[in-house]
């Protein structure tokens, strides 16, 4: 890998710095040398999505979930380690998709896998509606917040694929929403309640996917709520 664009320098020296803090305590075997610059190695050949606004703005949408509910370190362990992960967060047959919209509605687009269990999993969708906001919450605060929760955990890398995918490993500032609407926006809905096709795909039907409508339906109620997200617990 050679580079001499600042924001690949920049990452680099970003995760090499986390990965010198993470083990600052113990011995570095060549094993974990190894393992580090194969993982660095996939890291750096991560390029931007081509629908790069909508994985920003979805990006922004699971940090600052994160931020305003337990924080990035409560939730890093169950954080997608890919980005075609059907989920953004799982657990033992927990699942939680945090889906933004720009729309007036609470309207968001999902896969039937999305909102239709098969295998006896609790899902929950956690809805955001985002205004755009020049004053707001930058995607790059968010990021740098994360950075600082993570840099001394396993996770950090997780967060450093997340950014390549976005094209956030320069010094764009990316987009900004108005942090205090989209944290009172937030509901939370039991996919068992939301509207949806409630059969499984029929036989040689796959990747299903449609919009859904939750602005009239009823969110999971805070005591709910809290008590599904105290038990969630790490395969």
Request: aromatic share 12%; net charge negative; proline share 4%.
């Amino acid at each position: 890998f050679l580079s001499y664009s600042p924001g690949d320098i920049e990452a680099f020296l970003t995760v090499i710095s986390s990965f010198l803090e993470h083990n600052a305590s113990k011995h570095i075997s060549t094993k974990d040398i190894s393992a580090f610059f194969s993982a660095l190695l996939r890291l750096f050949s991560i390029r931007p999505d081509e629908s790069n606004k909508a994985r920003r703005q979805g990006l922004w949408g699971e940090l600052y979930f994160m931020r305003q509910n337990r924080g990035y370190k409560f939730w890093a362990p169950y954080w997608h380690t890919e980005t075609s992960r059907l989920f953004d967060y799982s657990t033992i047959l927990k699942r939680l998709e945090v889906k933004t919209t720009l729309a007036p509605n609470r309207i968001h687009h999902v896969s039937h896998r999305q909102v239709y269990s098969s295998g006896g999993e609790e899902i929950y969708i956690a809805s955001m509606m985002l205004t755009e906001d020049n004053t707001g919450v930058s995607l790059r605060s968010l990021i740098d917040e994360c950075r600082e929760a993570l840099i001394r955990t396993p996770h950090f890398m997780k967060l450093e694929k997340a950014v390549r995918h976005a094209g956030m490993h320069g010094h764009d500032e990316g987009p900004e929403y108005n942090g205090g609407e989209a944290a009172n926006s937030i509901r939370f809905f039991d996919v068992v309640s939301v509207p949806r096709f409630r059969v499984d795909e029929p036989e040689g039907v796959s990747g299903t996917h449609y919009q859904i409508d939750l602005t009239s339906i009823p969110a999971v109620d805070g005591a709910r709520l809290t008590a599904w997200i105290d038990n969630w617990s790490i395969e």
